[in-house]
């Protein structure tokens, strides 16, 4: 048996069973001044997500924070994923197309670009003008609503990438995504123990040293709440419910660590984070999507976690 037999997405598999997340290949940016061909407009643009998905949480959450919703629509897939992809239901928390009437996000995909060939993947914006998708380079996006859209932010909206803290935002951001971000995916998708055990180890020295900074300051960069936060924090919730059990980063829970588990707390109860989790998307789309690691398709009941009590980080 070769490792892309095992692999759950055998073209994303190397040949030492490794994960590699592929590259996101539409990847056009929305601009305050309009120069790259997609102008700042209210009502323009559509986003659409996953509540399931931790990429596609982050920028839930930005447009939240900066009280974009009015300036850029969004909608809900089915959490649960087949083989054609994530689809447009009504259900609970999810719903049809608004904007396209499309039953599939691949239909967005394949009229953008006719030879697309990549997982189509959330989130994506579209652009009802042109009609077509501007991007799927998720991790642009929310630095792109921080900074190109600040004429329709709310009044009193936070600076999610202050300038004088983008450079250690950065480099934290890409040790936190390499490590923990990707990782539990890098050891949930493993295709040979020994790349569970390297993503796995790695996973966990890395949120030891979060932990260990978490531990003098109340966030991950400066003293409010930043882009670094929200990259780690959908990870961070996830973590328990099926991080631990269906990706096998069961070393620690996050309820073990006295300091990440208050940290995501603390975030959890501050306007913007806490509502925009849907557990239930969460569990479902994990446990019944991912046929490789849990071809029967039980949900697990658990874990029973309070996100409510007080996290005494002040």
């Avoid at 959330?122 to 380079?137: A, E, F, G, T, Y």
């Avoid at 966030?219 to 631990?244: K, M, P, Q, W």
């Amino acid at each position: 048996m070769t490792t892309t037999d095992v692999a759950q997405f055998p073209a994303e598999t190397n040949t030492k069973g490794e994960f590699v997340r592929q590259q996101y290949s539409i990847r056009d940016r929305i601009t305050a001044d309009g120069s790259s061909g997609y102008a700042v407009e209210p009502g323009r643009y559509h986003l659409y997500v996953s509540l399931a998905c931790p990429w596609a949480h982050r920028s839930v959450i930005v447009r939240s924070l900066l009280g974009l919703e009015d300036a850029i629509s969004m909608s809900v897939v089915d959490p649960v994923r087949d083989e054609r992809g994530w689809a447009f239901r009504d259900g609970p928390g999810y719903s049809k197309d608004p904007v396209n009437g499309f039953a599939f996000l691949s239909e967005a995909y394949l009229i953008t670009d006719p030879g697309y060939t990549g997982r189509y993947t959330v989130p994506c914006i579209w652009d009802r003008q042109q009609k077509r998708l501007v991007s799927n380079n998720y991790p642009d996006f929310t630095i792109n609503f921080e900074t190109e859209w600040t004429a329709l932010h709310k009044p009193g909206a936070p600076d999610l990438y202050p300038v004088e803290l983008r450079d250690e935002i950065d480099a934290v951001n890409a040790m936190v995504y390499e490590d923990v971000n990707n990782g539990v995916y890098k050891s949930g998708f493993a295709a040979t123990q020994e790349a569970y055990e390297t993503a796995v180890d790695a996973l966990f020295a890395r949120l030891d040293w979060i932990e260990a900074r978490l531990a003098r300051h109340r966030f991950l960069v400066g003293s409010n709440i930043t882009e670094a936060d929200i990259r780690l924090f959908t990870t961070l919730v996830r973590f328990d419910a099926v991080y631990h059990g269906h990706f096998k980063c069961n070393i620690r829970r996050l309820i073990d660590y006295p300091n990440l588990w208050g940290y995501a707390r603390d975030l959890y109860q501050h306007p913007g984070f806490g509502e925009t989790v849907n557990f239930d998307h969460i569990k479902r789309h994990y446990y019944m999507t991912h046929d490789a690691l849990n071809p029967t398709h039980i949900v697990p009941k658990g874990p029973m976690i309070d996100w409510n009590t007080p996290h005494g980080r002040g």
